[in-house]
């Protein structure tokens, strides 16, 4: 079975400054997606960025960027120039290709970032 | 109304009652999903639908009791729940769940409390 890691429960950033969120993974499969979604204190979960496994070229959008290692299997999140609409929880999460019919996505357990003045 | 919309948002209920969650979804996917997200856990799949099937049912217990009348919409009804129930319902969709590259969009959840 697959699991996802986040061992940062919490983190904190200035505005302006550049955060690295962290998760690893673990799995059997040779081909998957990888996500980052973000939860803001109102609750609606949004993607931020999406990988896919067999592309070695890292995603980007706008200040947010991943650096993803497929051989240490983790999949971290960058944000640049943080702002304070950043602050909210941030899951990883995996989605494997063998899954049959099923789009199951399996989730780490979050880490809350803060971002100070 | 757009993307994935959830009602009601907030839910105070008796283990003896009746109740029912409503999602709808406004982006002409064709799957739909039912998470329950617990504090400091990860999300829990409870239910998938594709193409108004039911595709996956993650052991979740029979108190909770999905319907799917169409793509557009789902239902999670409720009753008889137990007090560790207590938790933030999210409602997802995405355009094709046998698609690799399928995204899920997530709704604002219903925050379920029981007494």
């Known amino acids: 079975a697959q699991t996802v890691t986040q061992s940062q429960p919490e983190m904190s950033v200035q505005e302006a400054e550049t955060v690295t969120l962290s998760c690893t993974y673990d799995?059997?499969?040779?081909?998957?997606?990888l996500f980052w979604y973000k939860q803001p204190p109102s609750r609606q979960m949004i993607l931020v960025i999406r990988?896919?496994?067999?592309?070695?070229q890292n995603a980007t959008e706008n200040r947010f960027s991943v650096n993803f290692q497929k051989a240490a299997k983790s999949f971290s999140l960058k944000i640049s120039d943080s702002q304070l609409g950043d602050a909210a929880m941030y899951f990883c999460?995996?989605?494997?290709?063998?899954?049959?019919?099923?789009?199951?996505?399996?989730f780490g357990t979050g880490t809350r970032l803060q971002v100070t003045l | 109304e757009t993307g994935v919309t959830q009602t009601p948002r907030h839910l105070v209920m008796g283990m003896t009652n009746k109740k029912s969650l409503k999602c709808e979804q406004h982006l002409g996917h064709n799957a739909m999903y039912w998470y329950k997200q617990s504090a400091k856990k990860p999300l829990e799949l409870m239910f998938v639908y594709s193409l108004e099937e039911r595709v996956e049912n993650n052991s979740v217990p029979s108190r909770f009791s999905p319907e799917c009348p169409n793509s557009s919409h789902l239902f999670l009804h409720l009753h008889t729940l137990q007090p560790e129930d207590s938790a933030l319902y999210l409602c997802?969709?995405?355009?094709?769940?046998?698609?690799?590259?399928?995204?899920?969009?997530f709704g604002p959840g219903t925050r379920l409390t029981v007494l």
């Open positions: 999460a995996y989605r494997g290709l063998n899954t049959g019919t099923a789009s199951k996505l399996t």
């Open positions: 997802a969709s995405s355009q094709d769940n046998r698609r690799g590259a399928d995204t899920q969009y």
């Open positions: 799995t059997s499969e040779s081909d998957y997606y």
């Open positions: 990988q896919e496994a067999y592309k070695q």
